[in-house]
């Protein structure tokens, strides 16, 4: 699974809107980019995928380029339990025999959301 | 539905003593996953299985034993505990089939301190 890389923290005000990038460069056809957050001391959290084209959920919009290299998580207007560590992590699809669905976590980024 | 749970959420070992954790899971997922998370250090996958009967090793798999007897139970196990194996223990769960996000449950954690 191609590598991501992430800034180790970010700050937001409360109310504005937090973009969080993410780089994969070596990113391949057939992987999906996922998002992941951490709030203090509790079990990772799903937010939202995708493969090329922009996401959105009741959470967060996913934005990526066209090239496929990067992405961005938005959170269209953070509140204070936004707080959390971000994760970017891309692997392949799951739905061939023998795929794992496993995850390899990075370090993430932390991000502060400011009153 | 209680989703992943974990047991115990605390446990204090001495040096070579050994403990198992057990990972439940009601949602019928095929695939299970144990994480340890360690500071600075993001999640580190340490055994997953893709079903009832099967296990794998994953990124640090080393002083680390697993079970998957039941579909629904994921076990892991310490048979001589080290402090390098003091970490926050994370199980994981994940539904495999087409059409599926690929999306991982996880459980709240359970702190291990090894003296």
């Known amino acids: 699974d191609a590598k991501t890389t992430q800034p180790p923290s970010m700050d937001c005000a409360e109310g504005r809107a937090a973009n969080l990038p993410c780089n994969h460069s070596?990113?391949?056809?057939?992987?999906?980019v996922y998002w992941y957050r951490q709030i203090h001391s509790q079990g990772p959290q799903y937010i939202i995928h995708g493969l090329k084209n922009n996401e959105t959920n009741e959470m967060a919009s996913l934005i990526i380029t066209e090239d496929r290299k990067s992405s961005t998580l938005i959170l269209p207007h953070a509140t204070l339990r936004d707080t959390a560590v971000y994760y970017c992590?891309?692997?392949?699809?799951?739905?061939?025999?023998?795929?794992?669905?496993?995850?390899?976590f990075g370090t993430g980024t932390l991000l502060a959301v400011q009153p | 539905n209680a989703g992943v749970t974990q047991t115990p959420k605390f446990r204090v070992l001495k040096t070579g003593q050994s403990m198992t954790l057990l990972c439940a899971q009601d949602m019928n997922h095929e695939y299970m996953y144990w994480y340890r998370q360690d500071p600075g250090m993001g999640l580190r996958l340490i055994h997953y299985s893709v079903g009832e009967g099967t296990t794998a090793k994953g990124e640090v798999p080393d002083g680390y034993n697993v079970s998957r007897l039941k579909k629904q139970n994921f076990l892991l196990g310490l048979e001589s505990a080290a402090p390098s194996q003091t970490s926050v223990y994370f199980c994981a769960s994940s539904y495999r089939g087409t059409g599926n996000t690929g999306e991982l449950f996880f459980g709240e954690g359970s702190r291990l301190t090894v003296l």
């Open positions: 992590i891309v692997r392949v699809a799951i739905y061939y025999g023998g795929a794992t669905n496993k995850l390899i």
């Open positions: 070596t990113i391949s056809g057939n992987e999906y």
